[in-house]
T-cell receptor, first 118, second 109 residues
Framework: GAVVSQHPSRVICKSGTSVKIECRSL??????MFWYRQFPKQSLMLMAT?????????EQGVEKDKFLINHASLTLSTLTVTSAHPEDSSFYIC??????????????FGDGTRLSIL | GQNIDQPTEMTATEGAIVQINCTYQ??????LFWYQQHAGEAPTFLSY??LDGLEEKGRFSSFLSRSKGYSYLLLKELQMKDSASYLC??????????WGAGTKLIIKP
């Protein structure tokens, strides 16, 4: 089955640090990748949708200058949390799908990144 | 607007059967997904329905009625490892997933 790899799985760092999270599709071309955030005991919250080669579309309330998304290739998208603060501590999950050839197929999720800002 | 409703929490007994309901309202419809999410982990895909009727996959089955905007996930022969959150998501006309808040299923011995 389709595999999405997300790295790192856990980050603990000081306030003010910028953190980069990578999301890779290993066996398919991910024309669209999604970045979610999930706080404890809450549902998934879509942060942004990125299409390969174009700017990401951010959901309302998500600061695009704070959460930088780059989707430079069909297999890699990155989320950079700039100048992270304790309130950015959360579980960040990426998902990917081939929106061109398989638009109605399921999104495949990475294993998530648990970010803790001290 | 677009909306997904599912119960917040359900409790069932090991070995029993449980049905988790989901109703949806979306702009257009391209299918209904169910995902399982264990605490601290990412969601994993369970099922996809785009036509009316029941899809069976081992102990798990999923049902869809497009005219009613309704789906359910049926779990049989419940095991303790089935304790998790179950997320319902409907795909709209733009192929975007609209997520429910999830149903936390608690299995008791």
């Amino acid at each position: 089955g389709a595999v999405v790899s997300q790295h790192p799985s856990r980050v603990i760092c000081k306030s003010g640090t910028s953190v980069k999270i990578e999301c890779r599709s290993l066996d398919f071309q991910a024309t669209t990748m999604f970045w979610y955030r999930q706080f404890p005991k809450q549902s998934l919250m879509l942060m942004a949708t990125s299409n390969e080669g174009s700017k990401a579309t951010y959901e309302q309330g998500v600061e695009k200058d704070k959460f930088l998304i780059n989707h430079a290739s069909l297999t890699l998208s990155t989320l950079t949390v700039t100048s992270a603060h304790p309130e950015d501590s959360s579980f960040y999950i990426c998902s990917a799908r081939d929106a061109v050839r398989e638009p109605n197929q399921p999104q495949h999720f990475g294993d998530g990144t648990r970010l803790s800002i001290l | 607007g677009q909306n997904i409703d599912q119960p917040t929490e359900m409790t069932a007994t090991e070995g029993a059967i449980v049905q988790i309901n989901c109703t949806y309202q979306t702009s257009g419809f391209n299918g209904l997904f169910w995902y399982q999410q264990h605490a601290g982990e990412a969601p994993t895909f369970l099922s996809y329905n785009v036509l009316d009727g029941l899809e069976e996959k081992g102990r798990f089955s999923s049902f869809l009625s497009r005219s009613k905007g309704y789906s359910y996930l049926l779990l049989k022969e419940l095991q303790m490892k089935d304790s998790a959150s179950y997320l319902c998501a409907a795909m709209d006309s733009n192929y975007q997933l609209i997520w429910g808040a999830g149903t936390k299923l608690i299995i008791k011995p």
